[in-house]
Nanobody, 125 residues
């Protein structure tokens, strides 16, 4: 199983970025996929994700109304559209996948065993 996040960059506050998570080696439509981020000196935190059903979406409170997660099953790719970015969104963003995580733990990074390399997102004020 391989995952590769891309699409990060530097933007000013209020700007937008679209992250991509390309996957291979898994049945993409039946795995949970999550986006997580980690800022310097902070713990990794959940941003947004799909459950294993592929239809239910979950968001951190900080992402609701600004970020949108989507997936293209035919391309085995998940996306994270980030709008109205804030300086506090600055972090390394990573995607992860799990074929067994249940809904109760979809926000917990400990239940994901397949991770891709992260992509840096920097938002300046």
């Amino acid at each position: 199983v391989q995952l590769q996040a891309s699409g990060g960059g530097s933007v000013q506050a209020g700007g937008s970025l679209r992250l991509s998570c390309a996957t291979s080696g898994l049945t993409f439509s039946t795995w949970a996929v999550g986006w997580f981020r980690q800022a310097p000196g902070k713990e990794r935190e959940f941003v947004a994700g799909f459950g294993r059903s592929g239809t239910n979406t979950y968001y951190a409170d900080s992402a609701k109304g600004r970020f949108t997660i989507s997936r293209a099953n035919g391309e085995n790719t998940a996306y994270l559209q980030m709008n109205s970015l804030r300086p506090e969104d600055t972090a390394v963003y990573s995607c992860a996948a799990s074929r067994s995580v249940i809904t109760s733990y979809v926000r917990d990074p400990r239940y994901y065993h397949n991770w891709g390399q992260g992509t840096q997102v920097t938002v300046s004020s």
